[in-house]
């Protein structure tokens, strides 16, 4: 009886684990096999390990972690009540043996292709995509891949598996980025993909990884839409804890580069990156770095972590990963002064490396952040220089905003530059063009051929300007003292046009420019006055003396706006310092606007800061408070005695005023 009941037993296992394949699971392969998960959850097989991919396109795809995939790879199965039967696998084996495009697709002919196969399909497809020979075939004529897409589009409403729509989005998004052109119908394609990925987001669970290469595929191909973004926000968050490095990275570089906002989201990533930081390689670091710099999203903790990290695993970061780390920090506004120093010092060993886009971009970074290097700076020059025919306008413009925000001196580079730029001025916008004339005028390294040619283009462009770039602008000409009367024209009209786009600081600067050129300007000056009064709060100490000291200069009267301005000054005497208090009360003199109060409040203020004034200073204070007529015996004598002190630095000017 015994021994009939053990064969009934015998008979049943046997039966059941041929059916459902059950015995799998309890078996050991042998050394020469792994499981492999592709097609989707529930085509589990068998196969002998093979390097037949040697380009290892994503790592993401090739590193899951097996004992979690294989949980959640049952649970899909049993959910969908899908079961792979000896046929599907027999043609998941037969797909995996195609070698190329062209047996691929006469396989697909051949044979009776199912929803289950179709992510299997996709993801041979895009491996292909690194071989050059398949590539051109698909650039070549992007019907070849018509017939795959129509059976996606056909067997729509049957995919719903999380990760055969995360290979299929996958495998889309790589293949197009591998031949720099959309696939045949992308954008339907694209629309079937969200649309289902919404569906199954709402009573299915994703994995890291389909989390991470879903991101990764929408994000690669700038399909940004809110609905996908924040449901996945809520997948990742309930699956983080499973998330490596890789799948970190890759999920927060998506958000940022389709802009997608998402605090929680970030808060929660970067307390799991700081934990596994160990394992973070020199590009997820990079990314990781770049996508919270991108987004504007603060986190002090993890940028501290992230530079002492850094600094262990210097040596393994490529010129490209240290330009975007570097520029991260800046961008940040994160200070990191041990990690800048490292850095300076390890690009220096890899700086011939560097193509111009790093150059330019780390040398940006310390001026941003104000951060000295000197040797970096000398050398990135000399290597810019050798360079220079690479550059394009971008890199051009940054480069020598850099050196002139340091205030790090590189004739030679400037003289080489300018004429680089007037080779290709036409592909300047207008932030270049403003920040390239900033750059000179800052450091006074003349140009004469160089400004004439950006004032050319400048007109033709100056519809293009925002107020800030108009205000550079005009700020560099007149402080580099070179004339180009119709530009200035030009720049004045579309400054009165653009007039309420401009905040206090642009407005002081422009009309500084147009008194210190002396160029004309009265309706840009009428339409200031009005503006300016409305944000006059916002003005600060420099801000208030360059404007009352430009209206005095051209003689512009406005007595509101001096009224207005004269509150001001007196609520925040304190913060000027001795060369803004001269210009003011100079200024009011200038147009002969007294306001008592005001002589009043600066006497006290001069006294108090009287150390600090200069001869020049003191000759305007005491010249204005005599053509108005301001009796004040007190600063007088104080004036008197310190001219009597100083009285060997006065010039001729000083002395008879």
Known sequence: MKLLELFVLHVVVSFYSQRYNLISAFITPPPNIKYHFEGGSEQRRYSVTKKENQHQPNKLEENRERNSSLKQNQTRSLSNNIQPSDSDNDLKQKIRKCKNLEELFDLQHREDISHIHISFCWNRVSKYMYDRLESQKVQNNSNLLKPLVKLTLDSSNDLNNPESLAMIAHAVARISYRTRKPIINSSELWKVLERNILVAARTETFN???????????????????????????????????????????????????????????????????????????????????????????????????SHKTMEKLDTFKPQEISSTICAYAKANHSAPKLFDAISLEAMKKLDTFNKQALANTIWAYAKLGH?????????????????????????????????????????????????????????????????????????????????????????????????????????????????PELFDAISHKATEKIDTFNSQAMANIIWAYATIGHSAPKLFD??????????????????????????????????????????VMEKHDTFNSQEIASTIWAYAKVGHYVPELFVDISHKVIEKLDTFNSQEITNIMWAYAKVGHFSPELYDALSQLSMDELDTFNSQDCFR
């Not at 994000?219 to 890789?246: C, G, P, W, Y």
């Not at 890759?250 to 596994?276: M, Q, R």
């Open 527 to 568: 339409a200031i006055s009005h503006n300016a009064m409305e944000k006059i709060d916002t003005f600060n100490s420099q801000d208030l003396a360059n404007t009352m000291w430009a209206y005095a200069t051209v003689g512009h009267s406005s007595p509101e706006l001096f009224d207005a301005i004269s509150h001001k």
């Open 208 to 306: 890291s990884i389909d989390c991470a290469n879903i991101l990764w595929a929408f994000a690669k191909m700038k399909r940004k839409t809110h609905q996908l973004f924040s449901a996945m926000e809520s997948q990742v968050l309930s699956s983080i804890d499973t998330f490596n490095s890789q799948a970190i990275a890759n999920t927060v570089w998506s958000y940022a580069k389709v802009g997608h906002s998402a605090p929680e989201l970030f808060d929660t990533i970067s307390c799991k990156a700081i934990e596994k930081l160990d394992t973070f390689k020199s590009q997820e670091i990079a990314n990781t770095l770049w996508a919270y710099a991108k987004l504007k999203h603060s986190s002090p903790k993890l940028f501290d972590a992230i």
């Open 372 to 484: 000295s290097a000197p040797e970096l700076f000398d050398t990135i020059a000399y290597k810019t220089i050798e360079k220079l025919d690479t550059f394009n306008s971008q890199a051009l413009a940054n480069t020598i905003w850099a050196y002139a925000k340091i205030g790090h001196s590189a004739p030679q580079l400037f003289e080489a530059v300018s004429h680089k730029i007037m080779e290709k001025l036409d592909t300047f916008n207008s932030q270049e063009i403003a920040n390239t004339i900033w750059a000179y005028a800052t450091v006074g390294h003349l140009a004469p051929e160089l400004f004439d040619a950006l004032s050319r283009t400048s007109m033709a462009k100056v519809d293009t300007f925002n107020s800030q770039e108009l205000a550079n602008t005009m700020w560099a000409y007149a402080k580099i003292g070179h004339s180009f």
